[in-house]
T-cell receptor, first 113, second 113 residues
Framework: DVKVTQSSRYLVKRTGEKVFLECVQDMDHENMFWYRQDPGLGLRLIYFSYDVKMKEKGDIPEGYSVSREKKERFSLILESASTNQTSMYLCASRSGSNYNEQFFGPGTRLTVL | QKEVEQNSGPLSVPEGAIASLNCTYS??????FFWYRQYSGKSPELIMSIYSNGDKEDGRFTAQLNKASQYVSLLIRDSQPSDSATYLC?????????????FGTGTKLQVIP
């Protein structure tokens, strides 16, 4: 079974803090994704990566950055957390073929006070 | 026009009935279609994938794809209270380059005991 893990299930941070969310997948997938999910807005893509050290902006990249130094690990960084970044953050991975499914990690519920 | 559209619901069905969930998409050349189930507070879980016109059955679930009409549906037979969740339709549009999964905002299903 594909396994995608995220570093924390729940996280509470203060405004202005730098926040790191980590994601690890064990299936050698090329593509990895970070989403946030808010009530009524659905899943919104923040960034994705199709290879080590490669990244592409998604629909809402402002206020976020990412890092992919190893194929299995994709990190999301909030440079200076703000209250409007309180959300559920979901990591996902998928192999290169368009016929392959995308699998999600368990999610991190981030609260910024 | 949204790329993937779903009725937000809630769709209420009695236990034992057939639940029918529908999704339309705008990109005529989309190739891959997925259904995810998401329980409240949890991450999306893949339940079905379909790539060709017609029906695909897996246990109590049947996915139906009609590319000419640009819709994909999910039928859940013998609905159980444990099926109560939000169901997300996902499509991979064919844009060339690195394809991102596009998600609908989901249909909330309530199975009434």
């Amino acid at each position: 079974d594909v396994k995608v893990t995220q570093s924390s299930r729940y996280l509470v941070k203060r405004t202005g803090e730098k926040v790191f969310l980590e994601c690890v997948q064990d299936m050698d997938h090329e593509n990895m994704f970070w989403y946030r999910q808010d009530p009524g807005l659905g899943l919104r893509l923040i960034y994705f990566s199709y290879d080590v050290k490669m990244k592409e902006k998604g629909d809402i990249p402002e206020g976020y950055s990412v890092s992919r130094e190893k194929k299995e690990r994709f990190s999301l960084i909030l440079e200076s957390a703000s209250t409007n970044q309180t959300s559920m953050y979901l990591c996902a991975s998928r192999s290169g073929s368009n016929y392959n499914e995308q699998f999600f990690g368990p999610g991190t519920r981030l609260t910024v006070l | 026009q949204k790329e993937v559209e779903q009725n937000s619901g809630p769709l209420s069905v009695p236990e034992g009935a057939i639940a029918s969930l529908n999704c339309t998409y705008s990109d005529r050349v989309s190739q891959s279609f997925f259904w995810y189930r998401q329980y409240s507070g949890k991450s999306p879980e893949l339940i079905m994938s379909i790539y060709s016109n017609g029906d695909k059955e897996d246990g109590r679930f049947t996915a139906q794809l009609n590319k000419a009409s640009q819709y994909v549906s999910l039928l859940i037979r013998d609905s159980q209270p444990s099926d109560s969740a939000t169901y997300l339709c996902a499509v991979i549009p064919w844009e060339g380059g690195y394809q991102k999964v596009t998600f609908g905002t989901g249909t909330k299903l309530q199975v009434i005991p």
